[in-house]
């Protein structure tokens, strides 16, 4: 009986540093950041569509410092549990003119981000749905900033959008 | 020497049992049970005007369980520093109607509620600014939904 007794012990102390060590990386998750995985062709030639490890940070957002230019990851305005990578193009108070429908028209329309708003466009824009589709969104569903290529390897390093 | 290691060793020791307190409370915090004071006259009678304190859960809102009737905390479309606390309308595809200015009289207007987003009003129609005013919000802002006060003590208790 005194073995399954320390068994049993031996079992509860490994769960209980499991539970420590996953508490641990979810806070820093959601108060430093992590990875994330990107897919898609929205993001077209910055990000390839069969899929890359991302590195991003949250402090920015929290901070109130992304800035337009900067990769960012959205809460979807259409389907709350999808994230989607874009790019941070206008804040609120700034005026954005963007091509309405790139495959058919040259058409423009100018808007002013309304306060408390953000415009993000995916830089492939004949095939992303972004705010010239569903308008500017809260700045509450920013999530992060991308700052890092971790995958595919050859390509490991920043993305930041000022250096190139 | 020894002495110093010994001691950085307990400093390190108590660090860790901290940060490890501080993980809980966050993880606990964010994505189970909170509390909150919430106060101003946007809620009234529901919520007092001077500030109540109420538990919120956070696990209906990722489940995909809110809903109409719900009392819910939402990051503010225009302040995104601020929480609000509405509720629910309507959901998305559901046409809501409103008074354009209740102290106007009876004209009324009716939109219908996006896709993934929700329509929130504070109980004071008289005094709150809300959906009528900035529209219809991303599903995504919602923190998590208010169900028990627990302060004042009078008034302790469910909030369904």
């Given at each position: 009986m005194g073995q399954w007794a320390g068994f049993g012990k031996g079992l509860l102390g490994e769960a209980f540093s499991f539970v420590k060590v996953f508490l641990f990386l979810q806070a820093?998750?959601?108060?430093?950041?992590?990875?994330?995985?990107?897919?898609?062709?929205?993001?077209?030639p910055t990000i390839s569509p069969s899929g890359e490890l991302l590195l991003?940070?949250?402090?920015?957002?929290?901070?109130?410092?992304?800035?337009?230019?900067?990769?960012?990851?959205?809460?979807?305005?259409?389907?709350?549990?999808?994230?989607?990578?874009?790019?941070?193009?206008?804040?609120?108070?700034?005026?954005?003119?963007?091509?309405?429908?790139?495959?058919?028209?040259?058409?423009?329309?100018?808007?002013?981000?309304?306060?408390?708003?953000?415009?993000?466009?995916?830089?492939?824009?004949?095939?992303?749905?972004?705010?010239r589709n569903f308008g500017a969104i809260p700045y509450g569903l920013l999530i992060g900033r991308v700052f890092w290529r971790v995958l595919p390897f050859k390509d490991f390093g920043s993305m930041e959008p000022h250096e190139k | 020497m020894r002495q110093w290691i010994s001691a950085a060793k307990e400093v390190l020791e108590r660090a860790s049992t901290v940060a490890k307190f501080l993980c809980w409370i966050h993880v606990t915090d964010s994505y189970l049970l909170s509390s909150t004071v919430v106060q101003g006259a946007s809620m009234l009678p529901t919520l007092n005007f001077a500030g109540d304190v109420v538990l919120t859960e956070h696990i209906s809102q990722r489940l995909g369980k809110v809903g109409r009737g719900d009392l819910v905390l939402v990051r503010s479309p225009i302040d995104p520093n601020k929480i609000l606390t509405k509720r629910i309308v309507g959901m998305e595809g559901d046409t809501v109607t409103f008074f354009a200015d209740p102290h106007l009289g009876d004209y009324t207007i009716s939109r219908e509620v996006p896709k993934g987003h929700i329509w929130i009003q504070g109980d004071n129609m008289y005094q709150s600014r809300d959906s009528r005013h900035f529209g219809p919000l991303p599903y995504g802002l919602i923190q998590g939904k208010v169900f028990f006060r627990v302060w004042p003590p009078h008034a302790f208790g469910s909030l369904s």
């Open positions: 820093t998750n959601d108060h430093v950041g992590g990875f994330v995985l990107a897919k898609g062709p929205s993001m077209l991003m940070e949250r402090i920015s957002v929290q901070l109130g410092k992304v800035r337009p230019g900067d990769i960012v990851v959205v809460q979807s305005p259409l389907v709350p549990k999808k994230r989607v990578a874009k790019r941070l193009i206008a804040t609120e108070g700034e005026r954005v003119t963007y091509v309405v429908d790139p495959k058919n028209s040259d058409s423009l329309n100018t808007i002013v981000v309304p306060k408390g708003h953000v415009w993000v466009e995916g830089d492939n824009i004949h095939n992303s749905y972004d705010s | -």
